[in-house]
């Protein structure tokens, strides 16, 4: 009996200490706090607290608007230091809860004002991929009808490039297709002005290979093909095409691909059962275009050669972006439609999944099609691996899927290999588990005149306690979660994982589970020490949950359900100990 009390005792030492542990990770933003005082208080004591604060602590709470005089939740300036000393005030004991008023923001759209007519970047989920990347250190090469610098493009940053038309250095439009797929690609954005670009923060290159009437030979597309690899292009974007298969064409892309240059191209756009050239090439990512429903757009080519499909537009909504006039070369917003308007959300794509580290070319077609949102029925290829997806492949990219580098790299970029990823306020708040952990093995301790330190024994300590929770960090790409969440669950948390709630379930946050392993596996040689471990490592997370995490379903949080799991816990314990007496003494 001395040695149950001594354990007791010792948990609740553990608990205090973490209980009082200030925490390492970086908590949010906030300058003021949230008192929530319990309804039950007088008015006029409340009143009375207000002023205490006001008068020793120099800030004057207020009600937080009209709507809050019914749960009585006050505002006052303060920071982290002055939440402590009001968190350790004889205030506590009237408040429901003292916490920071946190500050939180919304996620940046770009402040171009015809953004909201680009109905095409909401569609490839464009602003969850720009959380990670808008494509810096990325060149994108136009091969095209060269491009022009028209005002939504004075901020975008360009490389030397070359007119294989006119053989000169300047590469301007005259036809105002290329300066459109360029102004897809990486538009100058958040500058008020105009419409975005997809990889904004990406350098063009503009190789001007077709005329002003819109027609350019292989000769010239193949030799523009060598000069970005040659000149520090990541990624090629052609839109454009046509019939008859090139050998010289088709050794330009295998010689851009071996320097790890993407290789992006236009379908085509005669509604016909393949892809045009050079999109038809091996290696050369083929790009078919849908509508603002997402519906293949008529005129796309699909079928043989179609790797993915992205929005190209159609006569009820067009694709938006900065060009020129032809026959005036003046600046204008036009809207344009056709596989050519595709293929450069994917190359800009493209742009994004490159800034994100991954190299080969095939990898990056790798995750432009694994992370493309499938389409069930497409038994003509209308949409290759699905409809693109910007903030997808991005993650995907991230998340290391393609090499083991990339997965060391996505560990790293995730945070699991920071320490501060893990303690208290990452993925796990670390210490309370190790608590248990060690909680659990300290409660055994005291009772090891009873106990066999077996694997048995072992494996219901953590089962009890922490579970494998290290697990429950853990998010990878195109795996459910569930197995994670439940191998990482200790016993009393079993109940989180089953009905999806945060709080605990007071079924399996009990000694009633425990008490029927007992039962079940009493006359068991080995896992009757299961069920005894799993009883002392449950009544060590159950208390050590009592303090600094108290949530019971139907219980609230407070002292009602401190009480639950505090007497719980002692229950499990004293359970263990009864359980254990004399086993060790019939073992053979």
Request: charged share 20%.
């Amino acid at each position: 009996m001395r040695k149950w009390l001594l354990g007791c005792l010792f948990l609740v030492g553990l608990m205090f200490a973490i209980l009082n542990f200030s925490g390492l990770a970086k908590q949010g933003e906030f300058d003021s706090l949230i008192i929530d005082f319990k309804e039950n208080i007088p008015t006029t004591e409340v009143s009375q607290e207000l002023a205490d604060i006001k008068l020793k602590y120099e800030h004057q709470p207020n009600l937080n608007s009209i709507f809050s005089i019914k749960d009585r939740t006050y505002i006052v300036k303060g920071d982290r230091k002055l939440l402590k000393k009001l968190r350790h005030s004889p205030l506590i004991k009237d408040v429901e809860y003292i916490e920071p008023n946190y500050q939180y923001r919304k996620f940046d759209t770009p402040n171009d004002p015809y953004y909201s007519k680009q109905w095409n970047f909401r569609s490839i989920n464009v602003e969850s991929a720009w959380r990670e990347t808008k494509g810096s250190g990325i060149v994108v090469a136009v091969i095209d009808t060269g491009v022009s610098k028209v005002p939504d493009l004075k901020l975008t940053e360009f490389v030397k490039g070359y007119d294989f038309v006119a053989d000169r250095d300047r590469a301007d439009d005259d036809n105002g297709h290329g300066t459109h797929v360029a102004g897809t690609i990486a538009q100058s954005t958040n500058n008020n002005y105009g419409t975005a670009g997809i990889a904004y923060e990406a350098k063009i290159m503009p190789l001007k290979v077709l005329s002003e009437g819109g027609g350019g030979t292989v000769s010239d597309i193949a030799e523009a093909i060598k000069y970005a690899a040659d000149n520090g292009a990541d990624v090629i974007n052609m839109s454009l095409g046509g019939g008859g298969e090139s050998k010289m064409m088709q050794e330009a892309i295998n010689y851009a691909i071996q320097k790890k240059v993407v290789v992006v191209a236009a379908a085509g756009n005669a509604s016909q059962n393949a892809a045009s050239y050079p999109a038809r090439y091996p290696n050369v990512i083929s790009v078919s275009a849908t509508d603002s429903t997402g519906a293949k757009a008529d005129y796309s080519n699909y079928g043989a050669g179609v790797d993915i499909a992205a929005p190209g537009g159609s006569e009820t909504g067009k694709i938006l972006q900065n060009t020129i006039n032809p026959k005036t070369g003046e600046s204008v917003f036009e809207g344009f439609q056709g596989t050519s308007m595709a293929a450069p959300h994917v190359a800009a794509v493209a742009a994004l999944v490159k800034a994100s580290g991954v190299e080969e070319p095939a990898e990056v077609l790798q995750v432009l099609k694994q992370s493309a949102r499938k389409v069930a029925e497409d038994n003509k290829n209308f949409y290759g691996a699905g409809h693109l997806d910007a903030g997808a492949a991005v993650t995907l990219a991230l998340k290391g899927k393609i090499t083991v580098n990339d997965f060391f790299r996505w560990l790293r970029d995730s945070g699991y290999l920071n320490p501060g990823f893990w303690i208290d306020g990452g993925a796990i708040a670390v210490l309370p588990k190790l608590g248990m952990v060690v909680g659990s093995y300290l409660l055994a301790w005291f009772l090891k005149s009873y106990l066999p330190f077996t694997l048995s024994l072992h494996g219901g300590l953590i089962f009890g306690s922490a579970g494998l929770f290290a697990l429950q960090g853990l998010y990878l790409f195109d795996l459910p979660q569930w197995p994670f969440r439940l191998f990482g669950s200790s016993l009393p948390e079993l109940g989180n994982v089953v009905f999806g709630t945060s709080s605990f379930n007071p079924i399996f946050a009990s000694v009633l589970i425990p008490f029927l392993l007992i039962a079940l596996l009493a006359s068991h040689r080995t896992w009757k020490w299961f069920a005894i471990g799993t009883c002392v490592g449950t009544a060590a997370c159950l208390g050590i949950s009592a303090i600094i995490d108290p949530a019971v379903w139907g219980l609230g949080q407070q002292a009602i359900a401190r009480g639950f799991l505090g007497v719980n816990a002692v229950l499990c314990f004293a359970l263990a100990y009864l359980a254990s007496q004399g086993e060790r003494s019939r073992e053979v």
